[in-house]
């Protein structure tokens, strides 16, 4: 069960009543990683609790905490449905590519296709910041560029900062 709250006519949270992750558990992984989760293909909410599911049984990642999930308009390709976007917070030991590796391959699990840019897409996983680590190459920019423009970052990561 989701808590809907309008914020204007484009935008729209949904706070999850049944599942909240957060905690402080002991980790032995050592770098954190904040990752904007989303999508825009089918039932985006059930699939972003099947993936904070299989992230808390991954030995390779510990889920501390996920954010509300703030329904928004596409940018870019606009002919296509809004997104549902979240971000959560992980640990990991995997070091920024090889991370980027795995969220890749955690995409693929959850059927997303890649077709075009900013095509619709079933599941989107990008890494926002990893540690305080400055990454410039073809393949990977951390922190995430334009983050601080995007809303379906911002208003997500404010509320995990709560």
């Not at 390779?60 to 449905?81: C, E, H, M």
Request: glycine share 4%.
């Amino acid at each position: 069960m989701y808590i809907k709250r309008r914020l204007n006519e484009e935008l729209e949270t949904f706070k999850n009543l049944r599942r909240c992750y957060a905690g402080s558990k002991k980790t032995p992984h050592r770098y954190l990683a904040t990752v904007g989760v989303g999508g825009n293909i089918g039932d985006v909410k059930r699939r972003l609790e099947h993936l904070y599911i299989f992230l808390k049984k991954d030995k390779r990642v510990t889920l501390l905490r996920t954010s509300l999930i703030l329904k928004n308009p596409p940018f870019g390709f606009a002919d296509q449905d809004d997104f549902f976007n979240s971000v959560a917070l992980l640990k990991t030991s995997m070091q920024p590519k090889l991370f980027l590796d795995y969220l890749m391959r955690l995409e693929k699990k959850f059927a997303r296709k890649r077709s075009f840019a900013n095509a619709p897409r079933t599941l989107d996983l990008d890494i926002i910041f990893f540690d305080n680590r400055v990454v410039k190459t073809h393949k990977l920019q951390i922190p995430h560029v334009k983050w601080f423009e995007r809303e379906s970052v911002l208003i997500p990561l404010m509320d995990i900062q709560r």
